[in-house]
């Protein structure tokens, strides 16, 4: 009799789930059901796949996620640090794969000057801090070399 009234409560359950593609998970369920062909017996099993099914990923994942899609660009190093360190902060991203991570966001100059470097950093923060002063030291010489051509034309 709990098995008939299990199937109950599941078949009510699913008959309030709705939205395009809720619909079509619903229905193949229901099919199943009435087929004896569930392998889910208690309305709690029931309750845990549709979390596993349509619950969102946690903030972590949404946090790892975001670490492995953020670029540097034309911001400079230190806001591209900062903005990184927030998201790492929040994501439990751990050591290794972290400065892996780090590395793969930089610009393609500053990632090759930091990694044909003589001696590599071994921590995250000295990745970072060598990062924004290959950064500064570049945005600087491309200001005097676009400032002397500047004076170069007005000359001319």
Same mark, same amino acid.
């Given at each position: 009799m709990t098995g008939e009234m299990e199937?109950?409560?599941?078949?009510?359950?699913?008959?309030?789930?709705?939205?395009?593609?809720?619909?079509?998970?619903?229905?193949?369920?229901?099919d199943k059901l009435s087929k004896e062909e569930?392998?889910?017996?208690?309305?709690?099993?029931?309750?845990?796949?549709?979390r596993n099914e349509f619950e969102e990923i946690g903030e972590e994942e949404r946090k790892v996620e975001q670490?492995?899609?953020?670029?540097?660009?034309?911001?400079?190093? &230190?806001?591209?640090?900062?903005?990184?360190?927030k998201i790492a902060k929040e994501s439990g991203y751990k050591r290794q794969s972290f400065i892996e991570e780090f590395k793969k966001r930089? &610009?393609?100059?500053?990632?090759?000057?930091?990694?044909?470097?003589?001696?590599?950093?071994?921590?995250?923060?000295?990745?970072q801090e060598r990062s924004v002063r290959l950064d500064r030291n570049q945005r600087q010489s491309r200001a005097i070399? &676009?400032?002397?051509l500047l004076i170069c034309e007005l000359m001319i």
């Open positions: 199937v109950t409560k599941m078949a009510w359950m699913l008959s309030y789930v709705q939205g395009e593609v809720a619909e079509v998970w619903k229905n193949n369920l229901l569930l392998k889910i017996k208690m309305v709690k099993e029931l309750f845990k796949k549709m670490l492995k899609t953020i670029e540097q660009r034309s911001r400079t190093c &230190n806001k591209h640090v900062q903005e990184f360190k930089l &610009n393609r100059g500053i990632r090759k000057k930091l990694v044909e470097a003589e001696s590599s950093p071994s921590l995250i923060k000295e990745w070399t &676009n400032g002397y």
